[in-house]
């Protein structure tokens, strides 16, 4: 049992609110989630030169208790967040078996535990396989499903309706298995995520310059919470729990998400 959030913004975005600040923060679900902490977050490049990158951060402790997680989380900015509390079912508490997992250009967070690791092993192909650094059953199914890109050589193609198709039939054999378990997920690039929900909870929530309560806002225990955002920003997120008392429309059982940031972030079911 995990926690996971992603974010897609429309221009660079301090993700504190998601990270540490929120009432239902990563730091806060932390508390019961203490098995180690992974933050990935890309940032474009600034039109002189400066190509955009990933910057994936990890850690072992509780966020909540941990230093480090609070100075990455309270500076944290960019365009794509994808970020992970740990409670462990496979694997020990290991920096390895840490989230997000990272395959270029793909990164991957899951919530769950898969029952049949057999199944998901035996389509995993001998490159993937040698590229594992842990042991859980989240980065093997990580690498299950590059071994299905790479079989149709887009792994490396920016996300299309080819993707989409190869995803989307992939997780409908995977959840008709009898012994998949629960297969919630973030898989994202630089431009587009992916979130898939089969098993545990997601929800979605759209950030528009309509919004009316933009600047600050309060949540259920009072606490004022301040997001700082332009009055042009747009948002997508995408979290296993609402992280505050907005509307979040939760994302049905078995259905496939695809969030695109370009031209401006919106998302929709592919399933």
Known sequence: MCRLVGVVASESTQFSIALRDAPRSMAHLSKEHRDG?????????????????????????????????????????????????????????????????????????????????A??????????????????????????LLSRFDEAGITDHAPSEVTDELLANVMRTVRAHPGAGAISFLLGTSDVLYAHRFGRTLHVLERRPGDPVVTVRESSEHVAVGTGWTKRRQAVLIASERLTDEPWVDVEEGALLRVDRLPEPTWRVIR
Do not use: C, M
């Not at 230093?67 to 970020?83: N, T």
């Not at 199944?119 to 299950?144: H, I, M, P, Q």
């Open 37 to 117: 902490w992974g933050i990935a977050i890309y940032e474009s490049g600034d039109g002189a030169g400066r190509a955009g990158a990933w910057q994936v951060h990890h850690g072992v402790e509780s966020a909540f208790h941990d230093d480090r997680y609070h100075a990455l989380a309270g500076g944290a900015h960019g365009e794509v967040l994808i970020a992970h509390v740990r409670r462990r079912t496979v694997g020990p508490v290991t920096v390895e078996n840490t989230h997000p997992f990272r395959g270029d250009p793909w990164i991957f967070a899951h919530n769950g535990t898969i029952d049949d690791l």
């Open 119 to 144: 199944f998901v092993r035996n389509g995993v192909s001998k490159r993937r396989l040698d590229a594992l650094r842990g042991e859980t059953d989240s980065e093997l199914f990580f690498a299950y």
